[in-house]
């Protein structure tokens, strides 16, 4: 419970907002019921309920977005709500709104929101003079300040949201090839065996090293190594299924895990990914990148280090027999 709630942040702020709904709204709704004001008392526990279901909903699919834009949009209309029925008093409660708004909602939707929201209250204030705010001053001092608050509440939720993007990319991907990193893999490799066992998923794993990799650094330089690194990642990709993923694993040595596959169909994949290579990737001399292959079926009840132990024995099987070749652990 708690990883998912330091890994998925909109998820974490949905159940910040949802608990922090709970336990200020509802004192509020039940006081508004008992003293007889039941429209806004109806709104409050509107909110309450809303609250309770999104998180739940989002906890339960792992969706954020929908549950958010619902009870985005729920507070907006409650926010309405309680403005038009309680006057100026109801409008102190637009400020928390306002920022709430931009931990549900990515920031555009947010800002859209909220523009939405405003430009309501301002038409209803000129259609029914007095229901709302008690003087022009009054009504002009509540649209400068939440305007203001609106503007630097986006500025922040977006810059946030750009600086969270990088450093989730950072975090997770290989800077040099742009493939995933070793950590997504541990990470990938728990899912997959959790799938496996839950619900006999069938997962299998090529590890790829290329071969005499040294001789190419050797011979044209640590450039050209890079950049055959690089090129090499696309060249994987466009012979794989979108589902598959690649994992740069250290150095010269990939990763590719593999869903919803037989092992039959698996070692076809690496022979075809071992031969892609060879016909695709060239050296500046014009000799040809080769690379070995260890391909390894998860069996149930194994552990991702015996997996990844099994793929590694027969990549060192593969580079003892003389390289360029698909070995079965
Ligand atoms: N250019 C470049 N070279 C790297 C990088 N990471 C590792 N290497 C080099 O990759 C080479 C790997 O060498 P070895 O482990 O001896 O393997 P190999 O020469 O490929 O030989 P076999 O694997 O036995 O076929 C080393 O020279 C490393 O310096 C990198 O990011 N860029």
């Known amino acids: 419970m708690f990883k998912r709630l330091k890994d998925d942040f909109y998820l974490a702020m949905l159940t910040l907002v949802g608990a922090i709904i709970v336990l200020c709204v509802t004192p509020y709704g039940v006081y508004r019921l008992t003293t007889g004001n ?13 609250a309770i279901v999104a998180t739940r909903a989002a906890w339960r699919t ?24 309680l006057g100026a008093d109801g409008l102190f409660w637009v400020y928390p709104f306002l920022v709430f708004i ?53 500025i922040f939720a977006y810059r946030a949201q750009v600086q969270r993007r990088e450093l989730q990319r950072l975090a997770t991907t290989d800077s040099l090839t742009g493939a995933s990193n070793r950590r997504t893999l541990n990470d990938q490799l728990a899912v997959a065996i959790n799938e496996c066992a839950k619900n006999g998923r069938q997962y299998g794993l090529l590890l790829l090293d290329l071969d005499h990799f040294k001789q190419i650094n050797d011979k044209h330089g640590h450039k050209v190594g890079d950049k055959t690194l690089i090129e090499l990642v696309p060249v994987l990709q466009s012979l794989l299924r979108q589902s598959d993923k690649v994992f740069r694993f250290g150095g010269e040595e990939f990763v590719v ?25 060239t050296l500046p ?14 069996q149930a009840n194994e552990d991702w280090e015996t997996w990844l132990h099994r793929a590694d024995m027969a990549l060192y099987q593969a580079k003892h027999e003389g390289r360029n070749k698909v070995v079965i652990g």
Not at 285 to 298: C, E, K
């Open 257 to 281: 895990l593999v869903a919803d596959v037989k092992p039959v169909d698996l070692s076809n994949l690496a022979e075809k990914l071992r031969s892609g290579v060879q016909q695709r990737m």
């Open 102 to 154: 931009f931990f549900l909602v990515s920031p555009i939707r947010a800002f859209t929101l909220l523009v939405l929201l405003l430009t309501s209250l301002f038409m209803i204030a000129q259609l029914y003079p007095g229901a709302i705010f008690a003087s022009t001053f009054q009504m002009m001092a509540f649209f400068v300040t939440t305007t203001i608050t609106s503007v630097f509440s986006f």
């Open 62 to 85: 792992g969706d954020t977005v929908k549950p958010g834009l619902v009870m985005a949009l729920v507070f907006c209309a409650g926010a309405l709500l309680v403005c038009i029925s």
């Open 285 to 298: 001399d014009n000799t040809v990148l080769t690379t070995s292959i260890g391909v390894a079926q998860l």
């Open 38 to 50: 039941y429209i806004v008392g109806i709104a409050d526990m509107c909110i309450v309920v809303c």
